[in-house]
């Protein structure tokens, strides 16, 4: 008896080890979820001994999620969501008639869904990542990589930067990249401001960390994915096909950044209608790393060898052939050069909303 007893606890244990090994990632080593994380602890506090944030620009934080506009506007802020003014944040995609698709706030339980029909199509995409949920699907964001997708950054916690202290942006951004980089051996070096909310002081302290920003394209090319179901998946589908109807119309000489999700069974189910929208117009697809023909889009220091960029897909007749292009980057990044403004009618809907509320006394 206590022989069995003792053969079935080796088992048990030997079980655990076994469960324990098989993750990349042990949540207790991390902060709580959906929290913007202590900056006093140990690690926090490490990160914040490798890096200089003296001179970094002395804006008020902001208060809201997301924050309304300040009114009056402050000086020299270059607030996206506001003034329209991207800094030298990318906002268009380099490459010509290309839809950079791009998906924000996951991983969660419905990404495979999305991941399944992305390998079906042969598209590549990048995921701006939570890293509150990257520690919870570590497995899912291995199988991003796996399949030819491309990761990049959307803070711990999505909280919105500008009301965050520079060393509260810090402990957001090297957490999420230490938990991506216990799941797949890669630093991110790409991100995506939650609410689109950024200014000149969150510039600062992203570029330090070596992090590019990439707002999407405009009003516009805001799916509107995250409305639903307070917007209908028709009206979602039919405001995007006129987007994509004016693009297409244009002069194309640029590509575009989408702003979708996968987050729910909504965005995933709409992801899928919209998707072959674009197909339908011969638009390529790319994900950020293809759009920039950036052959390292990950930042020096990971533990694992830099995968080949994901290439642009080329939509030819059949609309589901992926070219396989290598890139010819010679290591820069490549930015659209008139990607530096877009007009306030080219905000985000929440950046509309923002400056709705900014004007709520004239309003009312
Ligand atoms: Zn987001």
């Known amino acids: 008896m206590v022989k069995f007893i003792t053969s079935t606890f080796t088992v048990l244990v030997l079980t655990v080890a076994m469960v324990k090994a098989q993750s990349p990632i042990n949540i207790a080593d991390y902060p709580p979820v959906n929290q913007v994380p202590d900056t006093k602890s140990a690690q926090v ?16 934080l902001h208060s809201g999620a997301p924050p ?4 009056p506007p402050i000086a020299n802020e270059c607030y996206w969501t506001c003034d329209g003014c991207a800094g030298d944040d990318i906002t268009a995609c380099a490459a010509p ?34 890293g509150s949920n990257v520690i919870q699907h570590p497995e899912i964001v ?18 919105a930067l500008t009301t965050l202290t520079n060393e509260e942006i810090v402990a957001e951004m090297k957490w999420t990249e230490k938990a991506v980089m216990a799941a797949t051996g890669l630093r991110l070096k790409y991100m995506r401001p939650p609410y689109g909310d950024i200014n000149n002081r969150v510039r600062f302290v992203l570029k330090k960390l070596g992090y590019i920003p990439v707002d999407w394209t ?8 995250w409305r639903q179901p307070t917007m209908s998946e028709a009206t979602v589908i039919a405001t995007f096909t006129k987007s994509l109807d004016t693009y297409v119309a244009g002069p194309k000489d640029k590509g575009f950044y989408c702003l979708e999700h996968d987050v729910n069974n909504a965005d995933v189910t709409v992801a899928q209608k919209l998707i072959p ?26 533990t694992a ?3 080949t960029t994901p290439g642009t897909n080329s939509t030819k007749p059949s609309g589901t052939t992926r070219s396989g292009a290598s890139p010819s980057g010679t290591g820069t990044v490549v930015k659209s050069s008139s990607a530096s403004t877009v007009s306030l009618n080219g905000l985000g809907v929440a950046a509309a909303a923002a400056v709705v509320a900014a004007a709520g006394a004239l309003l009312a």
């Open 45 to 60: 506090q490490a990160w914040l001994k490798e890096i200089d944030l003296t001179g970094a620009p002395a804006l008020p």
């Open 218 to 225: 405009g009003d516009a090319f805001d799916t509107n994915d």
């Open 68 to 71: 309304a506009c300040p009114n």
């Open 305 to 307: 060898p830099m995968p």
């Open 142 to 159: 291995k199988r991003e990589l796996d399949e030819g997708h491309h990761l990049a950054s959307h803070t711990w916690s999505h909280h």
């Open 277 to 302: 929208l674009g197909i339908a117009r011969k638009i390529n697809i790319a994900s950020v790393a293809g759009c920039e023909s950036d052959p390292q889009p990950y930042q020096a220091g990971g």
């Open 97 to 130: 008639n290309t839809w950079g698709l791009t998906f924000d706030d996951g991983p969660s339980t419905f990404t495979p869904t999305l991941l399944n029909y992305l390998k079906t199509q042969k598209l590549s995409a990048s995921f701006f990542l939570i």
